[in-house]
């Protein structure tokens, strides 16, 4: 019996050893996993000009967004049963947060929203994200400048 225990605190060390020694490597891999990432050049470029991905448009109210100005979005998503849509995004150029916001279905079948993006140190800041139903999604980027 105290063999076994002596044994069994033995491979605990060693566990928490080998988990220790690797944690970053180990770290490293689930986030790059369960990292959703998103290149420009496969994006849907947000500006006052529909764009087109997979049947789905998409139009902003501007070209380009200022932060702390609120902005309107209009996607035109065919045939889908639902209520709202999620854009959620990401700063490409530096970490500024998720910001999510939702959009809600008109009596034209189309969702519209506004978008408020946070302000940044930079003068100039590209975002890269979603626009989702919950199963289905297109990849989105778009700019603002202060």
Known sequence: MNIASSAMKVIAVLLLFGVGFFFTDIKDALISY????????ETCK??????????????????????LK????????????????????????MEMGNPIFKLSKNENHQFNG?????????????WVGTISDGTTSVSISLKAVQ
């Open 114 to 126: 506004t978008i408020l993006l946070p302000i940044c140190t930079q003068n100039s800041m590209t």
């Open 70 to 93: 609120p902005s309107s979005i209009t996607v035109n998503w065919p045939n889908l049963n639902t209520d709202n849509l999620i854009v959620s995004l990401k700063g490409h150029e």
């Open 46 to 67: 947000l500006s006052s000009l529909p764009c087109t991905k997979n049947g789905i448009d998409i139009e902003l109210e501007k070209d380009v967004l200022t932060p």
């Open 34 to 41: 369960s990292a959703q990432t998103v290149q420009i050049e």
